[in-house]
C-alpha cells in the first residue's frame, strides 16, 4: 500500500493518479506555474496544473476546505454581477479588430489552475465567445498527440536523473517535502524534468480540486460545435524547458520545496491579482521573479512573437477566441502591445 495525506491507497489507484497527473499536465502544465510561480507559469502543458484526485472522498472535503480555499475562493467575495470588488478599469478581455478583420476577434488571459467557484463566466465574457466561430489555445488539447508528445517529451534525456543532479542530502529533503506536499513518491519523477515534476506541488497550495480556465472553454466549444486549435505544438512548449538545463531546473525545484511557505504566499499573491484582472500587476510580479526574469525570453517573449503572425493570419479569416495564459498579454514584448504595433486595435472589454 502507499500514502497519500495519510490516506492507504492502493497500488492501482496509485498509478491512476499518476494517470491523472500527466493527462492534467498536458492540459495544465505551465513552463513552471508562470515563472516560480508564473506560467501560470505559462504553458498550456501546465494550462497550469495538475489534479492528483485522492480516491477518498472524505480527504478530497478535507482538501476542499483547505486554507488557500479561504484566500483564494473568499477573499475576493464576488457579487452577483460576476464582477470582483477593485477590477472596475481592469479586464483580461481584448477585442481584436483592425486591417482585414471583418468581424472582431477576443483575447482573453487565462490561468491554468484556479478554484472552480473563481471560473466565473459572466454574460459578457459568455456574449463575446458565442459572438466567435472557433477557438484557439495554446495548445489543441483535442489532438490525441498532444497527450502522447508530452509523455514522451517531459523526461529527461541521456539517463539523467533527478537524484543523479542533486547531492544526497538534498534529494532526500526534497523526496520527503514533496511526498508530504503531494502524496506522491518523488521517486516516481525522477526522470521527469525538474520543472515539470514542481507543477504537482501547487494543487496542494491551492486547496480545491482546481480547475483550469481552458477546460471551461473547451466544453463550451464542445456545446457549440465550435473548432479547437492550438497557437503551436506539443513540441515547442516541451522545446522551452530543454533549453533550460537541467542542474537548473533542478535548483528551482529544491528552493520551492525549501522555501514552501514563501511559495503559498506568492500563489496566493498571483491568484488575487489575476482575480483583480489587472495584468500590470501581473507583468511587475513576473519581473520581480529573478528565476523567471532569466528564462523570460524563452518563456514568453520569444512564444509570443511567433504568435502575432499566425493569430492576425487566424483573425483575418473567422471571429476566433484565443484563449492564453495571462502573463503573455502585457508588457512591450506582451501580445497585446505586439499586436497594435502591427496596426491592431485592441480595445479592453469589461466583462
Known amino acids: 500500500m502507499l500514502y497519500s495525506n495519510s490516506v492507504a491507497i492502493s497500488k492501482s489507484s496509485f498509478k491512476k493518479q499518476i494517470t491523472i ?5 498536458v492540459l495544465v502544465y505551465n513552463p513552471r506555474i508562470l515563472a516560480g510561480v508564473f506560467i501560470f507559469k505559462y504553458s498550456c502543458l501546465g494550462s497550469l496544473v495538475i489534479i492528483i484526485r485522492h480516491n477518498n472522498p472524505k480527504t478530497m472535503k ?3 476546505a483547505f486554507s488557500l480555499v479561504l484566500v483564494a475562493c473568499h477573499n475576493n467575495v464576488v457579487p452577483g454581477n460576476g464582477v470582483v470588488p477593485g477590477t472596475e478599469g481592469k479586464t483580461l478581455l481584448w477585442q481584436i479588430t483592425g486591417p482585414g478583420i471583418s468581424r472582431p476577434s477576443y483575447l482573453y488571459g487565462t490561468i491554468h489552475i484556479m478554484c472552480p467557484d473563481d471560473i466565473i463566466m459572466t454574460d459578457v465574457l459568455t456574449d463575446k465567445f458565442n459572438s466567435t466561430t472557433q477557438l484557439y489555445l495554446e495548445l489543441d488539447l483535442d489532438d490525441p498527440s498532444t497527450m502522447t508528445d508530452a509523455m514522451k517529451g517531459m523526461m529527461m534525456k541521456n539517463n539523467v536523473t533527478l537524484q543523479k543532479l542533486l547531492p544526497k542530502e538534498e534529494y532526500d529533503s526534497a523526496a520527503h517535502n514533496f511526498q508530504k506536499l503531494t502524496g506522491i513518491p518523488l ?12 507543477a504537482a506541488i501547487y494543487p496542494s497550495l491551492l486547496g480545491c480540486a482546481g480547475e483550469a480556465w481552458e477546460q471551461k472553454f473547451m466544453q463550451m ?13 506539443t513540441q515547442d512548449q516541451l522545446n522551452v524547458f530543454d533549453s533550460i538545463p537541467y542542474k537548473v531546473q533542478a535548483e528551482m525545484f529544491v528552493k520551492s520545496l525549501k522555501d514552501i511557505d514563501s511559495l503559498k504566499i506568492s500563489f496566493k499573491q498571483m491568484l488575487n491579482v489575476y482575480k483583480r484582472k489587472d495584468l500590470d500587476s501581473l507583468n511587475i510580479m513576473m519581473n520581480d521573479d529573478p528565476d523567471f526574469t532569466k528564462y523570460e525570453g524563452i518563456m514568453i517573449d520569444q512564444r509570443n512573437a511567433r504568435w502575432i503572425p499566425e493569430i492576425i493570419e487566424v483573425a483575418k479569416k473567422t471571429p476566433t477566441f484565443f484563449a492564453v495564459g495571462a502573463g ?24
Do not use: C, W
Open 221 to 233: 466549444a464542445k456545446d457549440k460545435k465550435m473548432e479547437l486549435k492550438g497557437l503551436e505544438t
Open 187 to 198: 521517486s516516481m519523477m525522477n526522470t521527469m524534468q525538474p520543472m515539470l515534476a514542481e
Open 328 to 351: 503573455h498579454l502585457g508588457g512591450p514584448k506582451g501580445v497585446i502591445a505586439m499586436l497594435r504595433k502591427k496596426g491592431y486595435t485592441m480595445t479592453p472589454v469589461s466583462y
Open 21 to 25: 497527473f500527466y493527462k492534467q499536465l
Open 62 to 64: 478535507k482538501l476542499l
